[in-house]
Nanobody
Framework: QVQLVESGGGLVQPGGSLRLSCAAS????????MGWYRQAPGKQRELVAR???????NYDDSVAGRFTISRDNAKRTVDLQMNSLKPEDTAVYYC?????????WGQGTQVTVSS
């Protein structure tokens, strides 16, 4: 059974930074591509960034240059460093496999960017 637990969200002012972390279990973590997704109020869930088991990354254009996804296969975690945050980044952030559909969504972690 796959378990995904997100943490690290909070309230931050525009231009600030947050680091999100996701702990995964129930999968062979090192060979799975992982992604960070987000869902803002009134919008569809979207993929923000993804990282392969070997460390190759891809980013949505809206966050490229500001966010960095990374993973620690020994700790079975995937992080999202979020810099230069904008109000439009406000959303609930989730981690999951990429593509999703193999595991249920976790609770996510709320990120609010507001002055």
């Amino acid at each position: 059974q796959v378990q995904l637990v997100e943490s690290g969200g909070g309230l931050v002012q525009p231009g600030g930074s947050l680091r999100l972390s996701c702990a995964a279990s129930g999968i062979i973590f090192s060979i799975n591509t992982m992604g960070w997704y987000r869902q803002a109020p009134g919008k569809q869930r979207e993929l923000v960034a993804r990282i392969t088991g070997s460390g190759s990354t891809n980013y949505d254009d809206s966050v490229a240059g500001r966010f960095t996804i990374s993973r620690d296969n020994a700790k079975r975690t995937v992080d999202l460093q979020m810099n230069s945050l904008k109000p439009e980044d406000t959303a609930v952030y989730y981690c999951n496999l990429y593509p999703f559909g193999y595991a249920d969504w976790g609770q996510g972690t709320q990120v609010t960017v507001s002055s």
